[in-house]
């Protein structure tokens, strides 16, 4: 069922965000002329949990939708970093001050396969503890909120939270801490 692409063009390049245009052929041979790509940088998010069992989660203000709400600590990985574990770690880091004694991959998500190239790896971070200020860019304000889980069980189904992969990489946390009932 994969299709052979043909030919690409580059529309637009950015830091963060390209659009590609392509032509592409189907196995049947149907000509697909054009298809749009847009390309991102990997991401990486972590459901992060401190030593006493509390959730780390931040507010951002989010100028796509126009509102402020509630997610989970990552963003993209950097070319400096080791690994997709480093990456997370400098992340949680940055944000909200915290490190933890350890990381769990939970597996990979795609926002949108369909015209978007890039992944967002999913990790489980457990016994986070302060150890410093945020070190945030200079584009970001990130308020950071520890609460209870079960005042984030209730937060989830009150749909506090939209973006979808954070809410993917909570569902998989979930379930890998037992919490989730299916």
Not at 91 to 111: D, I
Not at 129 to 158: C, H, P, W, Y
Request: with cysteine; net charge negative; aromatic share 12%.
């Amino acid at each position: 069922m994969n299709w052979k692409t043909l030919s690409s063009e580059y529309l637009f390049k950015d830091l963060w965000f390209t659009v590609r245009r392509d032509r592409c052929e189907t196995p049947e041979g149907k000509i697909v002329d054009p298809y749009y790509v847009y390309e991102f940088p990997t991401w990486v998010t972590a459901f992060a949990l401190t030593e006493d069992n509390q959730v780390l989660l931040e507010t951002q203000y989010r100028h796509g939708i126009g509102e402020t709400h509630y997610e989970i600590p990552g963003g993209c990985v950097d070319d400096t970093d080791a690994s997709l574990e480093a990456a997370i770690r400098r992340e949680l880091k940055e944000e909200t001050g915290y490190e933890f004694s350890k990381y769990e991959y939970l597996g990979k998500t795609c926002a949108n396969p369909s015209t978007n190239n890039n992944w967002m790896h999913m990790f489980l971070a457990t016994g986070g503890r302060k150890t410093g200020a945020q070190e945030l860019d200079a584009n970001e304000e990130i308020g950071v909120e520890l609460v209870s889980m079960e005042r984030f069980k209730q937060m989830f189904r009150d749909n506090a939270f939209i973006q979808s992969m954070h809410v993917t990489c909570m569902l998989y946390a979930l379930q890998r801490l037992g919490a989730l009932q299916v």
